[in-house]
């Protein structure tokens, strides 16, 4: 059958067509009376079959066809459900992180503007008592018990779509007709380095992500697939994968117990995983000296923030041999735009990074067209064939393509920080700035608002991090500047692996300044502080907080903190 709908959720209407009696997600729900694990799990024909029921639902109580709609759910059924329900009906999901700061998640909730609120009665407690959406949210739905915050539970309006048995014989597969163009959800970036923006998404770029997050990794139907970030799982219908929701905390991805995880790994035959490099740190750090192997994984995708070399090659002991682990490079605008695979990174990349050339990302993905543009702060309206600069020169990265998102909800600012036009299509600016290699590769040097402008010219931080993280007593370190832009002084911030005392702190200080006179960019780096635990993000725990590391070091060394500038990171 072939589906005219431009609508992401007619990806899972496919697969349960094709694939009715395999299991699409599979959900541990703790331990039944005999201490056995229980669990629950719906089929591609099921969790079709549930989620066509809660889209009528919901279009009878007034959640249908662009209705913006917050969903604050935890990983289970009733998220994936009520993810492809919303898209069924033609509504459009906003999804924030729940762990970032409150006043920020009020601030992304008001600004979206939502007209329905579908959450666990925690995320309506919180709701009412912070005013989330007070002004525009009417429609309420309540994964669990309603009472007291009224409108429907989530039961209620399972209820109300199947027994609409007349309009369920009139339209059994329920499929708003959106077009290409239409809203289809918006996502809110990490605000790793800023507050969080909300990215529109249209039905088309969730259709083209689904393609080329296919082809990039050669993704089969019939894989089992451990997500161990959840808005990654929501693909998983859609590539015919059965998803198996690990038990772990989402929102603190490096303290997952690395021992459940395995034990999950080998008894569902897991041959996929999606995980945050600081999430395979830990898996690698708990399983490598153990001699622990996972024979059925075939593939491992690490993407939030660049993934260290030391970490991938770790990981790789516990893979088979024609396993592969990527590292996709992407933003929340725009995914993927370019990956690259662990052994050109152990093989090639290593020696190169670890002597100032970036972080090798990889070949841009078809039909992604990646390019390079002088470094500037300010707003580009109009693109110019004289942006560009030649290969092997630092500049920012730029992407167009099927996946990249033209717009931000309600942040014009952001727009025109963020967004290029080019004749009928938006070049979205990545914020980082890289180059191009002669063999066409792509190599990223870190963000452009976090480089460091010397007197000499700019340094960037994924040039000089890698450089001192070879320092066997180095867990990661962050490059700041301080003082004016143009005559900031480079200050590395250093955090120590675990029980190192402080009476080591001189010898390694002085070991890491003379690392730094090894290398022409690095030089000038004269001071080295220590922080204990750095800030990192709250969406993959891997992305370091350096502008909070570059305020503490201008207050430490009692230098007046410059204007911040720049995008935030957004994955």
């Avoid at 001071?527 to 590391?549: C, M, T, W």
Wanted: aromatic share 6%.
């Amino acid at each position: 059958m072939v589906l005219q709908s431009a609508n992401i959720a007619s990806a899972l209407t496919r697969m349960a067509s094709e694939r009715p009696h395999q299991i699409a997600i599979f959900v541990p729900c703790g331990s039944d009376l005999a201490g056995r694990p229980a669990h629950t799990h719906l089929t591609y024909a099921q969790l079709d079959e549930e989620s066509d029921a809660i889209a009528h639902g919901l279009t009878q109580i007034g959640i249908g066809r662009g209705v913006r709609t917050v969903l604050m759910v935890r990983p289970s059924v009733e998220l994936f459900v009520l993810m492809f329900a919303l898209f069924k009906a033609g509504a459009v999901p906003v999804l924030v992180d729940p762990g970032i700061a409150r006043t920020a998640l009020k601030k992304c909730l008001n600004e979206a503007e939502p007209a329905a609120f579908i959450g666990i009665p925690l995320a309506h407690a919180a709701r009412v008592a912070l005013g989330w959406g007070r002004a525009t949210v009417k429609k309420l739905v309540v994964v669990g018990p309603k009472f007291p915050f009224g409108g429907h539970s989530y039961a209620e309006v399972l209820k109300i779509g199947r027994d609409g048995n007349d309009a369920r014989k009139r339209c059994p597969a329920m499929l708003a007709d959106t077009r290409a163009d239409d809203m289809a959800a918006v996502l809110f970036t990490s605000g790793s380095t800023g507050v969080p923006k909300g990215v529109v998404y249209q039905h088309r770029h969730f259709l083209a992500q689904v393609d080329l997050l296919r082809e990039a990794f050669d993704i089969r139907p019939g894989e089992i697939d451990l997500p161990t970030f959840p808005p990654f799982a929501l693909f998983d219908p859609a590539l015919g994968m059965t998803t198996v929701i690990p038990e772990m905390d989402p929102t603190r991805p490096a303290m997952a117990d690395p021992s459940k995880l395995i034990q999950t790994i080998h008894d569902f035959g897991v041959t996929n995983m999606f995980a945050s490099p600081a999430l395979v740190n830990a898996l690698s750090r708990w399983g490598a000296p153990r001699g622990v192997k996972l024979p059925t994984l075939k593939r491992v995708i690490s993407a939030g923030a660049p993934v260290p070399v030391a970490v991938v090659e770790r990981m790789r002991k516990l893979l088979p041999d024609d396993a592969t682990l990527w590292t996709p490079y992407g933003a929340t605008e725009c995914l993927p735009v370019a990956v690259v695979e662990g052994r050109e990174l152990t093989d090639f990349a290593r020696a190169r990074t670890e002597h100032g050339a970036g972080t090798l990302v990889g070949r841009v993905v078809t039909p992604n067209e990646v390019r390079i543009i002088k470094i500037s702060d300010a707003p580009i309206a109009q693109w110019q064939d004289d942006l560009e600069v030649p290969t092997g020169t630092v500049g920012e990265i730029t992407v167009a393509g099927p996946t990249a998102t033209e717009r931000y909800f309600n942040r014009p600012e952001a727009d025109a920080i963020g967004k290029i036009r080019e004749g009928e299509r938006s070049v979205h600016r990545m914020g980082d700035l890289g180059y191009f290699d002669d063999g066409g590769r792509l190599w990223m040097c870190g963000r452009r608002s976090q480089r460091v402008e010397t007197a000499s010219g700019p340094i960037c931080t994924e040039q000089v991090e890698p450089i001192f993280n070879t320092h066997p007593q180095v867990f990661r370190s962050a490059l700041v500047g301080v003082g004016a832009k143009g005559q900031q002084e480079p200050v590395l911030v250093v955090e120590l692996e675990p029980d190192i005392g402080r009476e080591q702190h001189e010898r390694i200080r002085e070991e890491l300044i003379v690392l730094a006179r090894r290398h022409a960019h690095t030089r000038d780096i004269q001071r080295v502080l220590f922080y204990p635990r750095f800030p990192v993000d709250i969406r993959h725990n891997a992305k370091i907080g350096r502008e909070y590391l570059q305020a503490w070091a201008s207050a430490r060394l009692g230098v007046a903190l410059p204007a911040a500038a720049g995008a935030e990171r957004t994955i």
